[in-house]
């Protein structure tokens, strides 16, 4: 995921420069069919826009656009007269060109033919939010943490806006599947040298373990013969192990002695 910076400094949001403590990511969509997440940067930075997110995210690339800890203007007021705006990161993501909207439908949206779009879409939105959640200590499984614009507007907490159900549906992909990738992207994200040394350990006793194949009988019966293979000291011969350079000089020296 490529990330840069456009903070939106003509904004009346930036002006504002409210900040908040995060305590989830807010996704939405923009309900507009433009792909570039630029377009939004050059609209949105000046006075009067009434609105501000913390990111545009593209099928290329994503764009910060406030602080992540600055009060963004991108839930309105909820039925309970709370607002995400004071808990929730937020990130609008770009939808492909080619639809247009009746009554907050999407027409004219060809699924078959925005599949790669929207998975590189999705990509980014999934890896933004792991980061995101990574950064501040979030857990997107957690109720209310990682939500769409339209499960803010059932929690009380976003004005009555569909987004992104109206779209990501339409490829198959649930929120609560979202979640789950947004979490399974934290795990992978968190691997240190000791798991990596760890799993490393592990794959390679697992290999010493595996049984030659009967191909190589004769040269493995050969090998012993001369001595050229002799085992691990706990006679163990690991022939579908790796070989280290010490044991490669090691047998040379032993052949070369015959
Ligand atoms: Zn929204």
Redo the contacts with the bound molecule.
Sequence with gaps: MELEQQFLTDNDCYQAGRTITPKGV?V??T?VAQPDPEVFVRRWNRSGVEKCVHAFAGRERVIQTLPWTMRGW??GTGTSGRSANNTHI?F?CCEPAGHTYQGGEMVGYHVEANRPYFEDLYRNAVRLTAMLCGQFGLDPLKPGVVI??AEGYDLGI??N?G??LQWWPRHGVTMDRFRQDVALTMEDDTMTQERFNELMDGYLAQRAGLAPGGWSAPARAWAEEQGIVSGDGDGRRRYCSFTTREETVQMLYQLNQK
């Design positions: 807010m939405h969509s309900g991108h839930a937020s609008e769409c614009h976003a004005s806006h987004d992104v």
